[in-house]
Each structure stands twice: as C-alpha cells, then as structure tokens.
C-alpha cells in the first residue's frame, strides 16, 4: 500500500501540522503535544470536553473540534491510544472551572489511559467526569470481557453533549445526556479491504478476492465472521438486523449514519444508505435525520458501518444545534 | 546475584531494547494477527526513549531508574501497552524506593507490580494477556529463594507459549473470541523478551 | 476490486434513491430523470444554476445542490456525461425566467452533451449560458487540442457562482464572476492507485508498487507522467509549481483546496496540506480559506489533487457566503 | 443492394448491436488504455436500447429507423460517443427524410454525417477519432457509384487499424499525447464494426 506521507513515523505530527494550518481561524495545537483544542479555549464558564485516541481515524477526532461539539481532541500515534500525559495536557487546557467530561471509545487503551489523565487531574484540583462509547453490536457485551468498541456512533456523543456543553449544562447533566445517547445508539460495520498502518508497512490482514470482514473494528483489527462479499442490500440488512436484535428501534425516531471507512466510494455508501432507509420505513421507523460520508476512519479500509440513534425530543433539539467543527457543520 | 544494583537494571533495559528492536516487526506481526497492528511499533518507540532517558542520566538507586523507565513507557508507549507496561515500572520503582534490592524486595516489588498490572487492565491470568508471563514469573520468584535466570528465562517462555493455546477474554483479541485461539499474544511475548533479558543479566551476575 | 453495490448497471439510480432519501427536506429527483433539484426549484427571480457530469465524482454534484449553490445537478453513468435530455429536464426545472447557467466541466463529452441541451432549451425560449471549467493544469492548453481538463477547481465556480445567483445577481452577472473563478483557479493532482467503474469489473490502469501517476484525471484516464512514488513535501512541490507555471499567484491572497480522489485516508491530505501551505507562506502568498477534504473524486481512486483559486474581495466575498449544500457548508 | 430499405436497416442495426455486445468488453479495454474506460458499456447500452426501440415500432421509413436510433444513442450513450452517433443518425435521418435511399442519396447522407460529427467534436480527420474511419467510409462511398460492402469493409478495417499509428489530439486520448500511439482509437473500433455490419448487410442483399 503507497502513502502519500513523509515519514511513517512521523505522519501524526504532520497531520497535526496540516490540520492546524488549514484552520488556523478555530483551532490551535498545544506547543509539544498532540492535542487540538479550540481557538477559544478555556471558554468561560462552559464544561470541557475532551475526546480523542489513536490517528487513522479522521476527521476523528479533531474534525469534531469546534463550537458546539469538542473543546479538545488528543491525538495518539496510528490506531494507539494516546498517553495520560498528553490527556492531561488536554484537559487542562479546555477546564474552566466548570469540570471537564472525557469521552472513551470503549478499548482497553484508550480506558486506561484516560483513567489516569482523569486521576492526574482530579490530584490537580480538576473536576472530571468519563463516559465510555461502546456502540458496536458487532461484539458481544459480557461482563467477562472488556465489552463492546466504540465505534461510529461516538460522534454523535461529541455533538449531543457539545451542544449541552454549549448551551450551559452542567458537568452532570452534559454526563447525563452523553450516557443517553450511548444508551440509545447501535452500529456495526463491514469491510472489504483492509488497512495498512504507515509505520507497520503492510496490510493488517488480507481478504480472499471474494470475501468481507463482517463486525470489522476501525484499527484494522480482523472483525467477527469472514464471509463471501454479499450486495449492498444483503449488507444493509444484515448489519441492521444485527443493530435491531440487539436495541429494539420499533416506531422510534432515529438519526441515521452511513460511515464510510475510508476508501469506499461515497457512491456506495449512498447505495448503502437507499437500502437502510427502506428498511427503516419497512418496519415502521421515523428517519428524522440521515448522516452520510467519512466519519470515524479506518485509514484506507474500505467498507462501511451504519449507525443508529433513537431520539427524543431532547436528543433531536441537541443534534440540531449548531456546530462549527470543520468535519460536522449543522 | 544478591543485590539488584543500578547497573543491573541498565543492562536490563539495555537487552531488553536490543531484542524489541530487533523483534519489532515479529511483535507488529504478531498484533496484526489478533490485534490492530501496532504493538511492536509502540514498544520499539517506547524502549528506544526509554535507552535514551536512561543514557542521559546518573541513579543512585535502581527505584530511580525504574520510575524514569515507568514515566517513559507511559509518555511513549500508548494503547493498552504504555499504562500497563507503565503502571509494572511504577510499582516496583515505589517498592524499591530508597532500598537496595535483594531478592525479597526484588519479589515484594514484583509482587506489587502484577497486582498493578491486573487491577489496571481489569484482568486476571488465563486471558491471554501478558498477565500471564508476569504472573507466572512473579509465582515462581514467591516458590524460590534467590535470583535464577534460567529459572525465569523457562517460565517466561512456557507461559508465553502457553498464551497460544489460551482463548482472549481481555484485550483487543478477546473480540475474536475461538479465532484468537493459536495466535501468541503479542504482550506476552513482549514481557516474554523483557524477562529474558533480566534473565540473562542475572545469570551473568555482577 | 470488490464494491458495495446491488447491480453494477444500476448504481447510478441506486446512488440517486440513496441521496434523495439522505436529504429529503433539501433535494428532490425530476421524477424518471438522474437530475437532482432544491427541494424550492425554481426560485423565483433566481438564476438557475446547473451543473452534471459522468458519476463516480462523489460529493460532485449532487452534493453541491442547495441554497447558494447548485439548482440542480445530473448525474451520467459512471464517467460518462450525461445526455441532452437529462440536461435539458434539469433546464427546464431550474429556469424561473432569470435564465440558466450551465457549469461545465471540459471534456468532448460534456461539452457536447450540455450544448446540444442548451440548443434545445433555447429553441423551447429558456435563456441559457454556458460556462466551461478548465482548472487541470497537468494538460497543454492548446487551440489544437481539446484544451486542458476541468477537475476539482469546479467546486470553486459552483460555490462562487452560486452565491452570486443568490443574492440576486443577472444571468450576465452570474456568468462573468464563473468566468472570474476560471481564469483564477489552477489544479493537477496524482495518483497512487487506479479506480475500477463498476461495469468494467478492472481497474482503468496498472500501476507498480511504487508508481504514481503524475497529472492524474479524474475518470480514471491515465496521468501525463508516470514515475516512482515520492513523499508527500515532493509532491507538493511537484504540483504547486506546475500551477505557479501556469499562472502567477506572487502576492496573491489565494484559497486552496487538497482534495482526496477517494481512497486517500484524510491524514494524508492533511500531510499534503501542511507542505502546500509551507510553500505558499515561503512564496509570499496569503492564504485566505483553506479546504481539505474529498469534493471531486474518482470513485476509489488513491490519490489527490491541489487546487489554487486567487481572490479578489468580490471573489472572497462570495466564497464566504452561506451555503446549505450538504457537502459544502458555510 | 440497389435501395437501401426499411429491413436492411432493421438488420444493420440488428448486426451492429450483436457485434458490440460481443465486444463490449474489449472496447471498453482500448478506452481503459487512452481513455476512461467506459465506451464499451456505453455502446453496448444504447445499442441494446435500440434493438428494444425499433423491435417495438414498424417503420415506413428508412429516415423514421434512422431518426429513433439517433434519438435513443443520443439518451442512452452519453459521454463523447453519444452525441457523436447521435448526430450521424440524425445527419442520416434528415437527408433520407422520406425518400426511398438509393446510392446516391445514401452517400449524401454520409456526406451530412460526417459534416456533423466533425462539428459537433470540432474535429478533423487524422485526429485518432471516430472521424477516421467514417471519413475513410464516406471518401470510398464518394469515389465509387453502387453498394460494395467488401470495399466499405477494407476501409473501414484499414482506417481503423490506422489510428493505433497516430497521435490523438481530440477526445480523452488527446492527453496522453504521445503515449497515446501504438492503441486503437475505441470509437474507431466500433465504428467499424458498425461499417462491417453494413458490409454484411450490402453484401448479402436484399
Ligand atoms: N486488559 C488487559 N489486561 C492486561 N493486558 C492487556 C489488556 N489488554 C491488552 N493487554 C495486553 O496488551 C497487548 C496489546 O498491546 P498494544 O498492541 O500495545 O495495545 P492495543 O491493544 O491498545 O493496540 C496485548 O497483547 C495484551 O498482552
Ligand atoms: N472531439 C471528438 N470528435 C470526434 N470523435 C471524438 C471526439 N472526442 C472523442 N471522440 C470519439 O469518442 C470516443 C470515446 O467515446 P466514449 O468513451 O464513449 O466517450 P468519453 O470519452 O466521453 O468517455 C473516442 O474513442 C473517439 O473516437
Ligand atoms: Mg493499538
Ligand atoms: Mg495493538
Ligand atoms: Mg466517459
Ligand atoms: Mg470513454
């Protein structure tokens, strides 16, 4: 796999550098860190909140930084969790004394590391609270394993509670709503190539000419069932199916996202996304509003995840408030 | 080997960065098998600035290098790795700290550092992580009553072998659930060098 | 190359009835036409805005259809333009009696098929004006040819135009500020692997494992070089001066998009980024907007492109004015 | 072949479009290598349309047959073969406007055509374009004074074979410039086999 970068092991700082000097009117790297905040952080008087993990991923997560959404994102290198140092850095850069929240897509790195910026800061005198993304039904949620991944639907956690965050919510009720949207949001993907990280230099596993990674994670971890490439209406209906068995969604209001991994074709996702909207309206399903594109990366894997949300009134006047973040604009 | 000296714990850290250099792609490899791809990577980056703190500095005590080799591997490592192999390096820095380290202390230190490691990752041996190499180390250094590298060196490796056979409950691999069965788990064949390296320092003695 | 699709020979329609139901308050479909409208077409007293070509460019152009952007967009086969009818519905459904523009990109294809629409729509009395976009600096711009080839630059004149046609402007009005952007706006881009249009089932070139393709099209027609892959700075490099060849951006104040081709993972377009803003700073040059995303691709093409547009404040002015287009949001 | 009728046409059409169905892919190979790859699966799709158009419709006219197969190329084709083949049936259509198609009024029909496909791509002969072949065709039709389809197929075959020998300098090949000699022009290859069909026809009679 060719990339277009100048150094594998260099390629987080140079995107950072490049992120930053394209948007140098909303966002601002911390000197020496990985970390992008906004321009205006600390914002008076506002909870802080933080998110981030491994590269590979974008616009995750610094495409989400912006008003109306995060007030910081960290950075770790390709599909590594970033360090509590740099966490740290994060949140104490965007606390205003309102208290910060941390929002964890559910991977053991990404929890541990978190954890401890979380204890670091809480020695320092800062209030910080976490909610942990597990959206993903591909994986089993056991009380005997780490739990399900976060996956896609960790965006629309940064833009609910964003926008609870910008409209004044206090640290528990901005926690409150962000663990509302985890409660009622699902996703699964698929894939049908995968990925290479840029300092690992080959594929992260191989597929058979005919075949799809069924229940793929986004670090080019293998997923659940490897089975032959089925059409984009088998693939709807089965990662919706997966979706409904495990959330029942009957006569809900739901957001929709088609998230593209990186290199399918927007083309395709549409395809995707024809098909889940027909589903939807099958089984008596209100759409209230549909996301289609690249939000959460899996480098250049291609495939696809859906993902969905059932709202509330109050769900649905957050995820329309405004947003200013270059990767999430309403 | 009666006492674990300063000089002990650099040529420690110094074999155990030559083998994850060498054995960066084998570990990457590895983790790509069962996991997302990145483990020899993180670990190289973080060993290879672990060598370079250690060679800018003078120690007193081993505690002191063992906290700079902690703080390192905490800033550098990231994932699952960094806290864990972080949190290993804090805890026997704290339980060395101003000591010298004979064999009970080197034991009481590892003690400390595998209750560190499974309270941080949440997980207990048999689930394929690299508990089980310190685990089974740390079992063998209660069982014995001075420092044997041989000793070490065979238990580290049968209990990484044995991470083969084992299915992942914790972990990225544990998503995998039966298909993680005959992979080795990266982490532990990572410990499974560090050990190997300490084993060989103590064979060769002061 | 495995694709997420129902029936190769269907995806246009597939893609269409995805993105319609993606948008249903925005965007409607000519009922038995591949035209995509606003939702409000005509606007009354508005110049009609329209712009098409072959699929397979995703977000182009639907994804440019909304306020202050594009009335309608047509969408061909897969690279392959469309034809006069469908062109001349989109006409027919825009016109208000302000006039139309017609925003084309130049190639033989294109060309020909919206001027054989706009001969129809004038001989059924709707005033039409052509525009021709022709951005592609890799190819000769000679009289003996067909001239150079219109890319990513056209994102620039929909967005530029459009809002000219919003606040009101004439037909002329409209057409002279198209003109401006196009004869201010320079791209070239490169590939790093080829695309594969569903109904051929191959991709459309070979390349080795460290081969790009230097000059790359956008329909998956070779570049005009091809040579070993080189580092992101180098490539960087390599285009901006083939643009400053063309056309003197000295002291200019300039916007720039780095558009990714369709495979090409974000991080690395930001990679490009930070370099193209590295030379621009060196040059003396101002950058006033930066763009980095994927706006014209090439189904999954690996690669991207680097457009330049100079900006004079009417130009800036109108580029930062409100659009609603979902893949353009200002 | 004295008159050019309603059935001949019928068949020309029918033989055309059951070459470039068999062909389809290998057109659509010659525009993968100078082009973008397309022209095969838009020529096999307006040609299929076709068939489906006039195997619904009886015609009095040849004009009437002509003018349905450019008004369904032109919506179906798209691209640059679209409004090319369009124009050409159209030119043809027009000229035979309700006259019976004797040689003459066939040539002259060929002489409308290729006016109008030189204007509608503002291109010339020697251009490696479809011009090639159909300019080749008229010139032959031009020179001699009754149907031969032997000879309207070594032209068309020779004008064909030509164009992998010259450089392109319209359509999409035009931007390889050099790199595009030593390939066959795609639009030239099914023009031929759109003249080879109509030898077929021409050769067989009535
Ligand atoms: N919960 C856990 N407890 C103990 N060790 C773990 C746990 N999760 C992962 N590990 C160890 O970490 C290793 C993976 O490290 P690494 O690849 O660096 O992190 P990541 O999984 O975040 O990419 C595994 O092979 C395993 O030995
Ligand atoms: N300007 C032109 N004049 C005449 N023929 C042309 C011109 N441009 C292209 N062609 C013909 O059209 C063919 C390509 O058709 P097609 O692949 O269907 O269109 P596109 O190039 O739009 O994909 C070329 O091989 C050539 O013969
Ligand atoms: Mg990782
Ligand atoms: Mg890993
Ligand atoms: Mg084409
Ligand atoms: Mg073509």
Chains 1, 3 share one sequence.
Not at chain 2, 57 to 63: F, K, L, N, W
Request: charged letters at 25%; proline letters at 3%; hydrophobic letters at 40%.
């Amino acid at each position: 796999m060719k990339k277009i970068v100048n150094d594998p092991e260099r390629v987080v700082q140079d995107m950072i550098q490049g992120l930053v000097t394209a948007h140098p009117g909303s966002v601002k790297q911390l000197p020496d860190t990985t970390v992008i905040t906004r321009k205006d952080a600390p914002v008076s008087g506002k909870v802080g909140l933080v998110s981030g993990g491994g590269s590979g991923h974008e616009p995750a997560h610094a495409g989400y930084v912006g008003k109306g959404m995060l007030d910081a994102a960290v950075a770790g290198e390709v599909f590594t969790s970033p360090t509590p140092d740099q966490v740290l850095e994060a949140i104490k850069a965007v606390d205003s004394g309102a208290g910060v929240l941390l929002i964890i897509k559910n991977y053991t790195g990404d929890v541990m590391n978190f954890e401890m910026a979380a204890e670091m800061a809480e020695a320092e005198g800062i209030q910080v609270e976490k909610v942990v993304v597990n959206d993903d039904v591909a994986v089993e949620d056991s009380s005997f394993t780490s739990g399900r991944r976060g996956i896609a639907g960790t965006v629309f956690v940064h833009k609910i509670a964003g926008a609870m965050a910008e409209k004044g919510g206090s640290l528990q009720e901005v926690k409150a709503v962000a663990e509302k949207v985890i409660r009622n949001v699902r996703s699964m993907g698929v894939a049908t190539s995968p990925c290479t990280v840029p300092a690992a230099g080959k594929p992260s596993f191989e597929l058979a000419d005919d075949e799809m990674e069924v229940g793929i994670g986004i670090h080019g971890e293998p997923g659940i069932e490897r089975k032959k490439v089925a059409t984009a209406d088998e693939i709807a209906g089965e990662l919706t199916d997966k979706i409904f068995t495990d959330l029942d969604f009957a006569n809900s209001d739901v957001a929709v996202m088609i998230n593209g991994l990186g290199a399918t074709p927007e083309m395709e996702l549409y395809i995707v996304n024809g098909k889940v909207q027909a589903i939807l309206a099958d089984q008596g399903m209100n759409v209230y509003k549909t996301f289609v594109g690249e939000f959460m990366t899996s480098l250049e894997m291609a495939g696809c995840s859906v993902t969905l949300l059932k709202l509330d009134n109050q769900l649905k006047e957050l995820l329309d408030a405004p947003s200013t973040a270059p990767a999430f604009y309403s | 080997m009666e006492i674990f000296q300063v000089e002990h714990a650099r040529k420690w850290m110094k074999a155990t960065n030559e083998r994850i250099q060498e054995k960066k792609q084998e570990l990457t490899e590895l983790d790509q098998a069962i996991g997302d791809g990145d483990h020899g990577i993180n670990m190289a980056r973080g060993f290879r600035e672990v060598m370079t703190k250690l060679d800018g500095e003078t120690y007193q005590h081993v505690a002191d290098v063992m906290k700079d080799v902690a703080m390192t591997l905490m800033s550098k490592v990231g994932g699952a790795a960094g806290p864990l192999y972080g949190t290993a390096f804090l805890k026997l820095s704290m339980a060395f700290k101003g000591q010298d380290v004979d064999y009970p202390l080197f034991t009481k230190g590892m003690e400390d550092a595998v209750a560190g490691v499974k309270q941080r990752g949440k997980s207990e041996v048999g689930e394929k992580t690299l508990v089980d190499v310190w685990s089974a180390v740390l079992e063998k250094l209660q069982e014995n009553d001075h420092f044997d590298g041989s000793l070490m060196l065979d238990t580290a490796k049968a209990a990484m072998e044995n991470t083969k056979e084992t299915m992942a409950t914790k972990g990225r691999a544990a998503y995998l659930k039966e298909r993680s069965i005959g992979h080795l788990d990266p982490g532990s064949v990572s410990s499974f060098y560090l050990f190997e390296s300490l084993a060989g320092v103590i064979r060769e003695g002061v």
